[in-house]
């Protein structure tokens, strides 16, 4: 199937018509993320072609964006041309500046003129902002936009103002990257918070499994299934003369088609074991009854994989978990518990919990006899406690995955959350036409 991608100006608005316009809109003051404008043609071939010609305006920042195309030149087969002067006959990336809301086109405009991203100070200060607008220009489609979203997410529109609701539209697109045969991804980069569009504080979208609410609307990098879908979009061609031995979701590097990108927590040649690498401590152990108790302190990285008999799950018991980042907690900096029987997935990523302890466990089972627990500490001060148990399967209808206190826990997240919400106003989002919109806004009100 020709795969087709649609724009967004990270306002992202939707439009309708013969050329539908979208407008995906991030402005939030809060965080100061800005907004996506989408447009979508039917017609043009949405992909960008290698060498991409990029231009920066905005000279201040060369050394931070040079950064991120860097990045993308490691990670993809992608090939970037810097030019020393602005050009508007041709399809040319142009980092520009924004005084206010971050903007840039979801997937390419057009082949005859240049396709601005818009930053503001604040985005152009951090490496994952740029990347996260450099991707969504490049195509990378959010997981907001996808068919199937009402499946893992529940948008309130009630929470929303009437002129912003078209703008949580997900019905197909023949343009937008189709991206429904891949797991639902909650730690996308591109994935917007809960307060998107928000009026008077109160969420827009709510993830309906609330264990993973805690993951949505990360800028800190992109990921591994992020890379994925980029790299299976503009490099699938690059290793059809090779077989595919990557296992457990990896894929092929498209710098070297023998090797394989592995998800994380797992490694080797072809991504068949436990991560493996100077930066990870791993541990593969089976448990025959318990494992004792696991005390991780200070900057250190460890990978565990526990198994048991095939007639037995695997339950994590934590006790401590204190991680001092704000949310949303994410695999660069956390604990990661891949519960779920396909591994290849992200898993639930936990941070701050103080009300944790010995008393008030979290209890986490896996759904067949084996878990992984990846810890990503990164302060002397995080420090993480749990243990490991098999228990019998004896009832698989009444056993629950979590049994944990995230009733409690999102009942104080959201007293938080609209606290701040309450200490913060956002001005107004200008969609700048006349046509009939529809939008998805940021905003803390």
Same mark, same amino acid.
């Given at each position: 199937m020709f795969l087709k991608a649609f724009f967004i100006i990270i306002v992202l608005t939707i439009c309708t018509g013969v050329v539908p316009k979208y407008k995906v809109s991030y402005n939030n003051n809060f965080r100061n993320r800005g907004n996506i404008k989408q447009e979508v043609s039917q017609t043009n071939n949405l992909k960008w072609s290698s060498p991409i010609e990029y231009h920066i305006s905005v000279p201040s920042y060369t050394d931070a964006i040079d950064k991120v195309?860097?990045?993308?030149?490691?990670?993809?087969?992608?090939?970037?041309?810097k030019l020393s002067k602005p050009v508007?006959?041709?399809?040319?990336?142009?980092?520009?500046?924004?005084?206010?809301?971050?903007?840039?086109?979801?997937?390419?405009?057009?082949?005859?003129?240049?396709?601005?991203?818009?930053?503001?100070?604040?985005?152009?200060?951090?490496?994952?902002?740029?990347?996260?607008?450099?991707?969504?220009?490049?195509?990378?489609?959010?997981?907001?936009?996808?068919?199937d979203r009402n499946q893992y997410?529940?948008?309130?529109?009630?929470?929303?103002?009437?002129?912003?609701?078209?703008?949580?539209?997900?019905?197909?697109?023949?343009?937008?990257?189709?991206?429904?045969?891949?797991?639902?991804?909650?730690?996308?980069?591109?994935?917007?918070?809960? %307060?998107?569009? $928000? *009026?008077?504080?109160? /969420? =827009?979208?709510?993830?309906?499994?609330?264990?993973?609410?805690?993951?949505?609307?990360?800028?800190?990098?992109?990921?591994?299934?992020?890379?994925?879908?980029?790299?299976?979009?503009?490099?699938?061609?690059?290793?059809?003369?090779?077989?595919?031995?990557?296992?457990?979701?990896?894929?092929?590097?498209? %710098?070297?088609? $023998? *090797?394989?990108?592995? /998800? =994380?927590?797992?490694?080797?040649?072809n991504c068949e074991g436990i991560r493996r690498t100077y930066q990870y401590i791993e541990l593969e152990r089976f448990v025959y009854g318990k494992y004792g108790a696991q005390i991780l302190s200070g900057n250190e990285q460890w990978a565990y994989r526990f198994k048991t008999y095939n007639d037995s799950k695997i339950k994590i018991v934590i006790t401590k978990l204190e991680i001092n980042k704000n949310l949303p907690c994410t695999e660069y900096r956390g604990l990661q518990v891949k519960y779920e029987i396909d591994k290849t997935k992200t898993g639930i990523i936990l941070c701050n919990r103080k009300n944790v302890s010995s008393s008030n466990p979290l209890n986490i089972t896996s759904e067949d006899n084996s878990i992984i627990v990846l810890t990503n500490l990164r302060d002397r001060f995080d420090e993480v406690t749990f243990s490991a148990e098999k228990v019998l399967i004896t009832n698989e209808k009444t056993t629950k995955a979590i049994s944990t206190t995230f009733e409690t826990l999102n009942k104080e997240h959201a007293s938080h959350t609209t606290t701040k919400g309450k200490r913060k106003r956002f001005e107004n989002v200008t969609t700048g036409t006349g046509e009939k919109t529809t939008s998805l806004d940021k905003k803390r009100t």
């Open positions: 195309i860097k990045f993308l030149r490691q990670k993809t087969c992608l090939m970037f041309s508007d006959d041709r399809a040319v990336l142009d980092f520009d500046t924004s005084h206010n809301n971050n903007k840039a086109f979801l997937g390419k405009v057009n082949d005859s003129h240049r396709q601005k991203i818009s930053l503001n100070e604040s985005c152009y200060s951090r490496f994952g902002c740029i990347l996260k607008y450099t991707l969504i220009t490049l195509g990378l489609t959010p997981p907001i936009l996808r068919e997410v529940k948008i309130n529109l009630n929470n929303t103002s009437d002129k912003y609701k078209p703008y949580f539209d997900n019905t197909p697109k023949e343009s937008y990257i189709n991206i429904s045969s891949f797991p639902y991804d909650y730690s996308s980069i591109t994935h917007p918070d809960q %307060y998107y569009y $928000t *009026k008077k504080g109160n /969420p =827009t979208i709510e993830v309906i499994d609330a264990n993973y609410s805690y993951m949505i609307g990360q800028e800190d990098a992109p990921s591994f299934q992020d890379m994925k879908i980029l790299n299976w979009y503009y490099c699938k061609h690059e290793c059809l003369r090779y077989t595919n031995t990557c296992r457990n979701g990896g894929y092929q590097n498209p %710098y070297d088609c $023998t *090797k394989c990108v592995c /998800p =994380t927590g797992f490694g080797g040649k």
